[in-house]
């Protein structure tokens, strides 16, 4: 530094003798000499030693300019900077506050999952309903007991032990079922799932008594006690049976079950769509008669899977897929045929009742009184509804009743609940409903099999969830469960058939809350379930004074959620309302949804927060709800530091026909131009990174993120994981898909206008994921082979695919379910982070 001081002063000193460089530093000794010969050469030599002091200062200063720069952008980023990660899968720990964030870890430890104790009432056909002592059946210490909400020092031991022998052979226990007079009981072994409801299983009959145990039958696919607890109806190989329990003999009731011919057995689609279980058996109350249904599927159209690891632990390696068939009416193909058929336990006679039409479906059939019974029948399209009160003689049989709905579609419930006759004259057997009114569904009364006319008992824009919860038949008071006060709640009511449309509350309206409720025999007594939005509970109510709640104890208060709760950074869940604008006919379209916000969130921050955006959609559905829960949406908003939406747009259920029936024919369209403008909402937030924005879902899920990215061409959503998806609704079954669609020939510009058909519009996003279980019933893999191939024409690379062997529509064989939620997070993360930018490679 001193050097260049002196240059600075003295220009025209110039160095005599030898300069010494040492260390990057020049000492030299000047001598002032005007008029010598070599004047020039030392101004030449002071030139060039100035030029090199020159850059080395130049480059002091830039170096300096640089690192000024790095600690100001590390202190102060500028307002557009974009975060060059946000994935962190391994930060368990907010290093804010120091708690923990939640992870999957978190969720599968169970730390902050509430747990919902089963209680199942005991039911009499014959009891004195006055009488009511709040009879249950639990499973407590490896006991199956009986106990009473009234006395509680009242308890009786049906069986003890999770095993038991048999022929010197130990036996699981898969499931225990007591007769309604608690004297025997069912326990099921070796169950082998077909269905999502059905199973083939062997059954053992214990005598409570004397805990002896002897076989009923092996193989049996459906299994029923009789209300008078004597009897067992039973199906083997599709044809029905009747077990008398004290006789220890059996009645065969049918002898043409096979492959194509369902007694007392729901098929596929009738298990499915319909029915919703297994059992196709209704006793009548006094035991002597049994409706069954009688399903011919001989003209239904095959569907074939291939399951390829299904070998036991141990063996060998199948070295050819086992393939199995399944009768699977897609839209537009034949329906299996349906009959009604009545057998007469003591003259062992059976009658029969055709529907008007073959294609015809039957919803639901209720036993009013001994000797009549009520079906429902809908057309195939779901257009109208027919109620028929037949009896079990099958000389009767009468409409009572038709309703009609072109706008919209008959949803497929089972809500009808008996209401026998009162202590008066002239009363008659009658039923409660829930049938659409003023474009709500609400309760009602029909007093009488011989007409339509019916008593309402709810009216306002809300809606039953549900049904009837219970029927008081001494007070002839009606529970139920509805959203008066909100759309996305759920409270308990009551309403008198005495004092039709006067509603009294249940539960504390006054705090949000999401409930449900199951009676006793009497309904003197509930098991009431509060489900959110704070910590789950149950307890048991007893309703004898004057109705109101008296809250006798706590079944489950979720005390270990409530001491983890504070030890985690639980991303915060606001719901609201959004105001997309105006529909077609200029009506402002209103939405219900939730955001959920990354830990130590800032709005104040430019461009920086990915959207994750979640819904299923199907019609009538809900994912809106104030129900507690932690899972994958808290993952997503912790671990990727992402914004969480989901939001339930148009078609979906609880605000009434308007809001959900203008997607008949024309699925995902309007559920589409939803998500976009609810997306677009977003990305104009200032704090959105509106380049990662993403869209998942399953099932009708899966098929919603496609079709919205269909219409959407990446201008909106960058990126879309579809699980489980219907691509073409041709490939889907006919009950669920003809309900909303109609049938191909009268809506095949529906059809086509509402299918996965675009992929090159599709892949114009940044990259799409696609997963499904190669083993699923239900959304056959062949709408994922259908997608690929369209990915495969138009020359996408931009897109992944995951399969599942073996894994039905819930991909779970052997785990599969945690990968999936895994690689779910996983790929989401690498989008968020930018790792998919520029790559179009598989």
């Given at each position: 530094?001193?050097?260049?001081?002196?240059?600075?002063?003295?220009?025209?000193?110039?160095?005599?003798?030898?300069?010494?460089?040492?260390?990057?530093?020049?000492?030299?000794?000047?001598?002032?000499?005007?008029?010598?010969?070599?004047?020039?050469?030392?101004?030449?030599?002071?030139?060039?030693?100035?030029?090199?002091?020159?850059?080395?200062?130049?480059?002091?200063?830039?170096?300096?300019?640089?690192?000024?720069?790095?600690?100001?952008?590390?202190?102060?980023?500028?307002?557009?900077?974009?975060?060059?990660?946000?994935?962190?899968?391994?930060?368990?720990?907010?290093p804010v506050n120091g708690l923990k964030k939640i992870s999957f870890d978190t969720v599968r430890m169970g730390?902050?999952?509430?747990?919902?104790?089963?209680?199942?009432?005991?039911?009499?056909?014959?009891?004195?309903?006055?009488?009511?002592?709040?009879?249950?059946?639990?499973?407590?210490?490896?006991?199956?007991?009986?106990?009473?909400?009234?006395?509680?020092?009242?308890?009786?031991?049906?069986?003890?032990?999770?095993?038991?022998?048999?022929?010197?052979?130990?036996?699981?226990?898969?499931?225990?079922?007591?007769?309604?007079?608690?004297?025997?009981?069912?326990?099921?072994?070796?169950?082998?799932?077909?269905?999502?409801?059905?199973?083939?299983?062997d059954y053992y009959i214990l005598n409570v008594a004397t805990q002896k145990i002897h076989l009923l039958g092996?193989?049996?696919?459906?299994?029923?006690?009789?209300?008078?607890?004597?009897?067992?109806?039973?199906?083997?190989?599709?044809?029905?049976?009747?077990?008398?329990?004290?006789?220890?003999?059996?009645?065969?009731?049918?002898?043409?079950?096979?492959?194509?011919?369902?007694?007392?057995?729901?098929?596929?689609?009738?298990?499915?769509?319909?029915?919703?279980?297994?059992?196709?058996?209704?006793?009548?109350?006094?035991?002597?008669?049994?409706?069954?249904?009688?399903?011919?599927?001989?003209?239904?159209?095959?569907?074939?899977?291939?399951?390829?690891?299904?070998?036991?632990?141990?063996?060998?390696?199948?070295?050819?897929?086992?393939?199995?068939?399944?009768?699977?009416?897609?839209?537009?193909?034949?329906?299996?045929?349906?009959?009604?058929?009545?057998?007469?336990?003591?003259?062992?006679?059976?009658?029969?009742?055709?529907?008007?039409?073959?294609?015809?479906?039957?919803?639901?059939?209720?036993?009013?009184?001994?000797?009549?019974?009520?079906?429902?029948?809908?057309?195939?399209?779901?257009?109208?509804?027919?109620?028929?009160?037949?009896?079990?003689?099958?000389?009767?049989?009468?409409?009572?009743?038709?309703?009609?709905?072109?706008?919209?579609?008959?949803?497929?419930?089972?809500?009808?609940?008996?209401?026998?006759?009162?202590?008066?004259?002239?009363?008659?057997?009658?039923?409660?409903?829930?049938?659409?009114?003023?474009?709500?569904?609400?309760?009602?009364?029909?007093?009488?099999?011989?007409?339509?006319?019916?008593?309402?008992?709810?009216?306002?824009?809300?809606?039953?969830?549900?049904?009837?919860?219970?029927?008081?038949?001494?007070?002839?008071?009606?529970?139920?469960?509805?959203?008066?006060?909100?759309?996305?709640?759920?409270?308990?009511?009551?309403?008198?058939?005495?004092?039709?449309?006067?509603?009294?509350?249940?539960?504390?309206?006054?705090?949000?809350?999401?409930?449900?409720?199951?009676?006793?025999?009497?309904?003197?007594?509930?098991?009431?379930?509060?489900?959110?939005?704070?910590?789950?509970?149950?307890?048991?109510?007893?309703?004898?004074?004057?109705?109101?709640?008296?809250?006798?104890?706590?079944?489950?208060?979720?005390?270990?959620?409530?001491?983890?709760?504070?030890?985690?950074?639980?991303?915060?869940?606001?719901?609201?309302?959004?105001?997309?604008?105006?529909?077609?006919?200029?009506?402002?379209?209103?939405?219900?949804?939730?955001?959920?916000?990354?830990?130590?969130?800032?709005?104040?921050?430019?461009?920086?927060?990915?959207?994750?955006?979640?819904?299923?959609?199907?019609?009538?559905?809900?994912?809106?709800?104030?129900?507690?829960?932690?899972?994958?949406?808290?993952?997503?908003?912790?671990?990727?530091?992402?914004?969480?939406?989901?939001?339930?747009?148009?078609?979906?259920?609880?605000?009434?026909?308007?809001?959900?029936?203008?997607?008949?024919?024309?699925?995902?369209?309007?559920?589409?131009?939803?998500?976009?403008?609810?997306?677009?909402?977003?990305?104009?937030?200032?704090?959105?990174?509106?380049?990662?924005?993403?869209?998942?879902?399953?099932?009708?899920?899966?098929?919603?993120?496609?079709?919205?990215?269909?219409?959407?061409?990446?201008?909106?959503?960058?990126?879309?994981?579809?699980?489980?998806?219907?691509?073409?609704?041709?490939?889907?079954?006919?009950?669920?898909?003809?309900?909303?669609?109609?049938?191909?020939?009268?809506?095949?510009?529906?059809?086509?206008?509402?299918?996965?058909?675009?992929?090159?519009?599709?892949?114009?996003?940044?990259?799409?994921?696609?997963?499904?279980?190669?083993?699923?019933?239900?959304?056959?893999?062949?709408?994922?082979?259908?997608?690929?191939?369209?990915?495969?024409?138009?020359?996408?690379?931009?897109?992944?695919?995951?399969?599942?062997?073996?894994?039905?529509?819930?991909?779970?064989?052997?785990?599969?379910?945690?990968?999936?939620?895994?690689?779910?997070?996983s790929w989401a993360g690498q989008a968020f982070n930018g790792d998919f930018e520029g790559r179009w490679d598989?």
């Open positions: 530094m001193s050097q260049d001081r002196n240059n600075q002063e003295g220009y025209n000193s110039i160095p005599t003798g030898n300069s010494d460089i040492e260390g990057g530093d020049m000492h030299t000794t000047t001598t002032i000499i005007p008029n010598s010969k070599n004047f020039i050469d030392s101004v030449v030599f002071q030139f060039h030693r100035l030029k090199y002091v020159l850059i080395y200062a130049l480059l002091l200063i830039y170096g300096l300019f640089l690192l000024f720069t790095v600690i100001n952008k590390l202190t102060n980023p500028p307002p557009d900077d974009k975060p060059k990660k946000v994935l962190d899968f391994h930060e368990s720990v907010n730390d902050l999952k509430p747990t919902y104790k089963p209680l199942q009432w005991l039911i009499s056909n014959g009891e004195d309903h006055s009488e009511d002592k709040g009879l249950y059946s639990t499973f407590i210490d490896d006991k199956y007991l009986i106990k009473s909400v009234s006395e509680s020092k009242y308890e009786k031991l049906l069986f003890q032990g999770k095993t038991f022998k048999y022929d010197n052979h130990e036996k699981k226990v898969d499931d225990f079922k007591s007769s309604p007079d608690l004297k025997y009981a069912l326990l099921r072994t070796n169950s082998k799932r077909l269905w999502r409801h059905s199973f083939h299983a092996k193989n049996l696919t459906m299994v029923s006690f009789s209300p008078d607890s004597e009897k067992i109806g039973y199906v083997l190989n599709n044809d029905l049976y009747i077990h008398n329990i004290l006789t220890e003999s059996f009645q065969r009731v049918t002898e043409t079950g096979s492959k194509n011919i369902f007694n007392g057995k729901a098929d596929w689609v009738y298990e499915e769509e319909i029915l919703e279980s297994d059992k196709a058996v209704w006793w009548s109350p006094n035991s002597k008669h049994i409706t069954f249904l009688n399903i011919d599927e001989t003209e239904v159209d095959e569907y074939s899977i291939n399951y390829y690891v299904q070998q036991e632990p141990g063996e060998q390696i199948s070295r050819y897929p086992d393939l199995k068939t399944i009768k699977y009416p897609k839209s537009g193909t034949p329906n299996p045929v349906a009959n009604i058929k009545v057998f007469s336990l003591e003259s062992e006679k059976t009658v029969t009742y055709k529907l008007d039409e073959p294609t015809q479906l039957i919803n639901e059939i209720v036993y009013l009184g001994d000797s009549k019974f009520i079906a429902k029948i809908t057309d195939r399209t779901a257009k109208y509804l027919k109620v028929f009160a037949m009896d079990v003689n099958g000389s009767d049989k009468i409409l009572q009743r038709l309703q009609f709905d072109d706008e919209e579609w008959i949803e497929l419930t089972h809500y009808t609940t008996h209401v026998p006759p009162f202590k008066k004259d002239g009363d008659t057997d009658g039923y409660l409903d829930v049938i659409p009114i003023s474009g709500f569904n609400h309760l009602v009364y029909f007093p009488n099999l011989h007409s339509d006319n019916y008593i309402q008992l709810t009216s306002g824009q809300w809606e039953v969830v549900d049904g009837v919860a219970s029927f008081d038949k001494q007070k002839r008071i009606v529970w139920f469960i509805s959203t008066k006060k909100s759309s996305i709640e759920r409270h308990l009511y009551y309403v008198s058939l005495n004092e039709p449309l006067k509603i009294h509350e249940v539960t504390d309206v006054s705090k949000d809350g999401y409930y449900t409720a199951s009676f006793s025999s009497g309904s003197r007594f509930a098991l009431l379930n509060y489900m959110g939005p704070e910590v789950p509970y149950q307890k048991v109510v007893d309703f004898k004074d004057e109705n109101k709640a008296k809250t006798l104890y706590y079944l489950e208060e979720n005390k270990k959620v409530e001491k983890n709760l504070p030890l985690y950074d639980i991303p915060k869940k606001y719901f609201q309302t959004l105001n997309i604008g105006p529909d077609a006919n200029g009506d402002d379209i209103i939405l219900n949804s939730f955001e959920i916000l990354p830990n130590n969130f800032d709005p104040n921050l430019k461009n920086r927060y990915p959207v994750f955006f979640f819904g299923y959609n199907g019609p009538n559905s809900q994912q809106v709800n104030k129900v507690f829960s932690i899972g994958l949406n808290e993952v997503i908003a912790s671990q990727l530091n992402a914004i969480f939406v989901c939001v339930d747009t148009r078609g979906t259920g609880f605000l009434g026909k308007k809001h959900r029936s203008l997607v008949r024919d024309k699925l995902g369209q309007h559920e589409s131009d939803d998500f976009i403008k609810v997306a677009k909402h977003y990305t104009a937030k200032p704090y959105v990174n509106a380049e990662k924005t993403l869209i998942y879902g399953w099932s009708y899920g899966g098929f919603m993120s496609l079709f919205t990215l269909q219409k959407d061409c990446g201008e909106t959503f960058k990126y879309a994981i579809s699980v489980a998806p219907v691509t073409n609704w041709l490939l889907y079954d006919s009950v669920y898909t003809e309900r909303y669609m109609s049938l191909p020939k009268d809506n095949a510009k529906g059809y086509n206008e509402s299918s996965i058909y675009n992929a090159s519009n599709i892949f114009q996003a940044q990259r799409v994921l696609l997963m499904h279980g190669l083993g699923d019933d239900n959304v056959h893999f062949q709408n994922a082979a259908n997608f690929i191939d369209q990915a495969i024409v138009s020359k996408a690379k931009n897109f992944d695919v995951k399969v599942f062997p073996d894994s039905d529509h819930s991909i779970s064989y052997h785990g599969a379910y945690d990968l999936v939620m895994d690689q779910l997070v598989y």
